[in-house]
């Protein structure tokens, strides 16, 4: 029987592609398949963008300072799991996780030394932050002001992506609903004071990391940017002003073909939506992201492998015309990146951009009869998947259902059994294996982290005003029974000091938790 050749989202490859549909469009022109400017990397590199955050704010403002000397070009905070679910270091929920898997930030006194030395209109920053992202988005602003920046100049993201929180990854709060009023009331109030904000990175890079296919990955962030733009279409915003500020973030795994092929599909596709719901301008068509090479690919089996993965996803995301990137640490399937490892990481990217030529000309694998013919098949595929989304009344509904997980989960159980069937090989782990060699640094957080945080957590409390943090609570809560935008009385409450956690149970008072 002749083998069959699939990408890894089922879509067959033939053994040789003779024409490319016909494609005369030019790069910086609608749809965008061919990238969102006319000289794309010639004009500017992408940004080199390195995630980290661990320990305290002390330990990761140290990292940020190393990376920003290694030539890194934009800071991207990590940050530990009770600051993503709104609990702060003291709090017993946070036992055993403060400062783990990223950085602790309880009050606006963290941010301060999280960024110190480092000014903040010089600099972009990324911020991986969901169910609490009105909180850090606001100590941001409040540092910014303590420096006397210019609020119109501040430029950055926040992830601020609840919906893939609810199918994907469980870092959520409270409930779908009061989830997206938050989420439109940053659109509207960066909308008018941070105007070069992008207030939502639409992700899907975590679907991707619990297991779905390509397609998969592609339809369900799409539908849920769907869904963000409904929401805030409904709220009385104007596309052409806050579709401008929408960003994705996608995974790059190992097919590097279909990856390409991916990106540009997800860019033509997002053109037809935003065009479909009613923009006219260009630049709110446009489908701006960041990507970040797949943590899930890399193995803790002959480590030094992931960096030729961490090389080929890469290169995949720069001809796939990404905006900007992360490159993950060989050893990220072992711990936290060491400081050798998240050079090498940069230093891969650094390559690619001066040594490779691959930015000398733009979208260099256009015309490609298998590039085109692939593109057409990933937009087709991730279609069907929308269409489906949208009899069920969108995104939402589709996840309150259950059948975005339910889909990813059946996706992530093929993958699985054809890597224990050894049908697909994974270099180092079901073939070409080996007695475990030594991997001596191993990145370490240690216990007395949350310790240190309590105190400091405890010297805050006496120091501060505490009649003006209830003052400014209670206002906040009062908000959230009526309709306010939120964003105004959450920056309040962090200039007072109030903690993250003092504000998340605010609202979990008022909205409950899903």
């Known amino acids: 029987m002749d083998k069959k050749y699939t990408t890894t989202s089922g879509i067959e490859i033939k053994n040789v592609y003779t024409t490319a549909p016909k494609n005369e469009e030019l790069p910086g022109q609608f749809p965008f398949t061919r990238g969102i400017q006319k000289d794309m990397y010639r004009g500017r590199l992408w940004t080199m963008r390195q995630y980290a955050g661990f320990s305290t704010a002390e330990e990761s403002n140290k990292r940020y300072h190393y990376l920003l000397a290694q030539g890194t070009m ?307 595929a991730a279609t069907i998947y929308i269409d489906k989304i949208d009899v069920m009344g969108g995104s939402v509904n589709a996840i309150e259902n259950g059948y975005i997980q339910q889909e990813i989960a059946n996706a992530s159980y093929e993958y699985q059994k054809e890597v224990e069937n050894g049908e697909r090989i994974i270099v180092g782990v079901n073939k070409f294996t080996q007695k475990e060699e030594s991997f001596d640094e191993v990145f370490n957080i240690d216990e007395s982290i949350r310790t240190i945080q309590i105190e400091k957590l405890k010297k805050l409390k006496a120091e501060r005003n505490n009649e003006a943090v209830a003052n400014a609570l209670l206002n906040l809560k009062n908000a959230a029974d009526g309709n306010e935008n939120l964003m105004p009385f959450i920056l309040l409450a962090v200039e007072e000091y109030a903690t993250l956690g003092e504000i998340a149970n605010c609202l979990r008072e008022v909205f409950g938790e899903y």
Not at 321 to 345: F, M, R, V, W
Request: charged share 20%; net charge negative.
């Open 74 to 380: 934009g800071l991207s905070v990590a940050f530990d799991l009770p600051t993503q679910i709104g609990y702060d270091s003291d709090d017993e929920m946070a036992e055993g996780e403060v400062g783990k898997v990223g950085v602790a930030i309880d009050s606006l006194k963290d941010i301060e030394i999280l960024f110190d030395g480092i000014t903040l209109q010089q600099i972009t920053t990324s911020m991986t932050i969901n169910a609490t992202a009105s909180i850090l988005l606001a100590m941001y602003i409040a540092l910014a002001k303590k420096q006397g920046a210019d609020l119109k100049q501040i430029s950055g993201t926040i992830q601020n992506d609840i919906l893939k929180e609810y199918a994907a990854r469980g870092t959520y709060i409270y409930p779908p609903k009061p989830s997206m009023r938050i989420i439109t009331d940053i659109f509207e109030y960066c909308s008018k004071e941070l105007p070069k904000w992008n207030t939502i990175s639409i992700s899907g890079y975590h679907i991707r990391e619990a297991g779905s296919t390509a397609v998969q990955e592609l339809a369900f962030t799409l539908a849920n940017g769907k869904a963000y733009l409904n929401a805030a279409l409904q709220k009385g915003l104007d596309i052409n002003v806050f579709a401008k500020r929408l960003s994705f973030f996608f995974n790059c795994h190992n097919n590097f073909f279909e990856e390409i092929a991916k990106f540009r599909a997800a860019r033509r596709m997002w053109a037809n939506i935003t065009k479909n719901l009613g923009a006219t301008d260009e630049k709110a068509m446009m489908l701006r992201f960041h990507t970040q090479t797949g943590g899930s690919t890399l193995t803790a089996q002959q480590p030094l492998n992931n960096v030729i993965r961490v090389s080929n996803q890469a290169l995949a995301a720069v001809l796939g015309g990404t905006q900007s990137l992360h490159t993950n640490g060989y050893d990220e399937a072992l711990s936290l990146p060491t400081e050798a490892a998240a050079k090498i990481a940069l230093r891969t990217q650094q390559v690619i951009a001066f040594e490779s030529g691959v930015t000398d000309t733009v979208d260099p694998l256009a015309g490609s009869y298998f590039i085109e013919t692939l593109t057409d098949e990933i937009e087709a």
